[in-house]
């Protein structure tokens, strides 16, 4: 399924693409002031230290403690891959094999994971629940939507608060297979849904500073777009949203501020994914290099 809505969204974007003369497109490009290019990669770099927080709130819910670095590690390599490569492809795999290593067994791990993902939709509930009720969006003529954005919000907001009183109320656990699980405690919850939605409006603010400079666009349009286009890629489980994130930024900024804005897009996915992606690869191949060194190291030492 995955693979047909890749094709798809590709299909789409390469027609949106041929409406844009090369041009255009280098003039978009050039339009993007260096000092705004490089405050949106600041923040980018600092949003990747952020989602270390996901991993930190997940151990805190199974009552582990690791140390920061290799905590900082794990998240780094899972959101650099797994944002590209996919969560079941990249992010899991990476972690059952780091933190296996550090003790925590196959259920912990499941759990964690679990957590992490909650973490992201309670704080995607949030802060899009609020934005279309404070500053509901028009949506393009030819995106059509069954209920208005601010009722939109509306539920969404429900959704976060409905979780919340749940986290309140509800404390026997839930049996899921083997597991039984209980929701996490308020203040917990409160943090996840903190962590995430400082998450979203870091990387959207990158996003919006790499707006072509001509153009005036609204922020919480930028952001409104962004949350969109992040939870339906995450839906489609297309690896890294590729297409499916710059149909969709195409299509709801498009009349504010044009064609060039692909031109915008591509800029956020070299800076928020293909640049992390390089790194964690680099810091895959030396880790396991290393430990490789180390563990013959102790061999020799053993049988010396």
Known sequence: M?????????????????????????????????VYLGIAGFLIALNY???????????????????LRRVALVSFLGYSLGNNLGTLLAATPIRFRFYGRWGLSSSQIVVLVSMLGLSFWSGLCLL???????VPVELPEDVPLP???????AILLTLAIGYLVVCFVWRKPWPIGRLHLRPPEPGLMAAQ??????DLLISATALYLVMPGDTLVPFALVLAAYLVAIAVSLLTQVPGGL?????ILLTLLRDSVGDAVLASVLIFR?????????FGM??????????GAVEAREARTLTT
């Open 2 to 34: 995955a693979a047909v809505l890749f094709g798809l969204a590709m299909r789409l974007l390469i027609k949106e693409a041929h409406g844009i003369t090369w041009d255009e497109f280098t003039a978009s490009l050039a339009s993007v002031q260096p």
């Open 49 to 67: 230290g952020l989602l270390t927080g996901y991993d930190l709130l997940a151990l805190r819910y199974l009552c582990r403690s690791l140390p």
């Open 128 to 134: 899009g629940g609020a934005v279309m009720v404070l």
């Open 147 to 153: 209920i208005g954005t601010r009722t939109l919000g």
């Open 193 to 198: 849904a903190s962590v995430a939605a400082v």
């Open 243 to 247: 297409g499916v994130l710059e149909v």
């Open 270 to 278: 070299v800076l928020y994914y293909v640049l992390p992606l390089f």
């Open 282 to 291: 680099l810091f895959l191949v030396a880790h396991e290099i290393y430990g």
